[in-house]
Structure formats: C-alpha cells, structure tokens
C-alpha cells in the first residue's frame, strides 16, 4: 500500500545552491538574533534592522555556520562598513 504514489518511483533530493544553513545548537548567535527580532516586530520600518541584521550574519560567519561571503553578494551593497566591521556592539553575554 503506497500513500505518497507509485512504489518505484526515486526522489532525489538535491542540496541548497549555498550549502547548508546549520541551526545555532550553542546560541553562539542567539543575542544578536534576539536583537534582530526585537527590531522587526517592534518597527514597520524593517530598512532600521539592517545593521542588526548584518551583525547576524557576520556572528554566524565568525562562528563557522555559515560560509564567510562577502556583504555585497547578501545584498548590503550600500554600506560603507568593511566586512569584519558591522558597527554594531557586541552584545552582552548572559
């Protein structure tokens, strides 16, 4: 009995064009992915977060969850801050 179609049918799955996105097990990011959050639920706005979220994506870069890659190609072309540099504090820890 097949619930989902034929029997012999093949699923091949294919991976993300940019690999996979790990989930943050440690919370080494949680901080300035609770920032970011804060920031979008609290404004309508969402051009504000912009920096929140850059500090995101830099913090899963430093922590290897995700590829480094450049700001530019992430879609931060108008910044003027240089990678490694988000402007941004750090938050602090708990």
């Given at each position: 009995?097949?619930?989902?179609?034929?029997m012999?049918?093949?699923?091949n799955?294919?991976p993300p064009d940019r690999?996979?996105?790990?989930?943050?097990?440690d919370?080494d990011?949680?901080d300035?992915?609770?920032?970011?959050?804060?920031?979008i639920k609290?404004?309508?706005?969402?051009?504000?977060?912009?920096?929140l979220s850059?500090a995101y994506l830099?913090?899963?870069?430093k922590?290897?969850?995700?590829?480094?890659?450049d700001?530019?190609?992430l879609g931060?072309?108008?910044?003027n801050v240089s990678k490694?540099?988000?402007g941004?504090?750090?938050?602090k820890a708990?």
């Open positions: 009995m097949s619930f989902g179609g034929p012999n049918s093949s699923f799955p294919i690999g996979s996105f790990p989930l943050d097990h919370g990011c949680k300035y992915m609770l920032r970011y959050m804060e920031c609290g404004t309508s706005e969402h051009s504000k977060c912009r920096e850059k830099e913090c899963r870069m922590n290897g969850l995700m590829d480094k890659t700001f530019k190609q931060f072309i108008d910044d490694g540099d988000s941004t504090k750090e938050p708990r």
